[in-house]
Every structure is written in C-alpha cells, then in structure tokens.
C-alpha cells in the first residue's frame, strides 16, 4: 500500500480515471456490435445510423485518450468499409 500523500492520491486519481476509460471502451464496444449487427442485416440505413454513433463513441475515446487515436481510426474504417459494402 502507498504509504506518502502524492502515492495515496494518486492512487485515488487512477481509480477515477480507470473507471472512466473503462466506460468509454465500453461504449465503443457496444456501438460496435450494433453497428456490424445492422451490417449482417443487410439494412443501409440503420448500418449508417449505428456507424455514425459508433464512430461518435470512438472519437471520444480516442479524444480522452481511453483509445489510442490510430486504433480508433483502424477500427472506424474497417466498419466504413463494411457499411459501404452494403448493396
């Protein structure tokens, strides 16, 4: 266990800030699978409407750092690809 101040408070600022990256992933997963789920459905408009919040979700990950930003850029172009591919 930390025994000085800055290591107890730092430990206190990790447990928030794991949290909230925690929560940002999470979403981006989440949007993700709806998004390729609307894919396999064969359904254009409502792969666009998943894609858009799923990129909108991975930006903001990206943005906070939770992502890195070329791992949020990869995945949103695979999923663009997918949505494009849509006849």
Same mark, same amino acid.
Not at 9 to 15: A, F, M, S
């Given at each position: 266990m930390a025994n000085s101040k800055s290591a107890l !408070?730092?430990?206190?600022? =990790?447990?928030v800030s794991t949290a909230r990256n925690r929560n940002l992933k999470?979403?981006?997963k989440d949007t993700r699978k709806d998004a390729l789920t609307a894919v396999e459905a064969g359904d !254009?408009?409502?792969a666009q =409407?998943?894609?858009?919040?799923?990129?909108?979700a991975?930006?903001?990950a990206a943005k906070s750092g939770a992502l890195h930003k070329n791992?949020?850029?990869r995945i949103k172009g695979r999923i663009a690809a997918k949505v494009n591919g849509i006849s």
């Open positions: !408070k730092r430990v206190r600022q =990790t447990k999470s979403s981006v !254009k408009a409502a =409407t998943a894609y858009n919040a799923f990129a909108s991975a930006d903001k791992t949020a850029s």
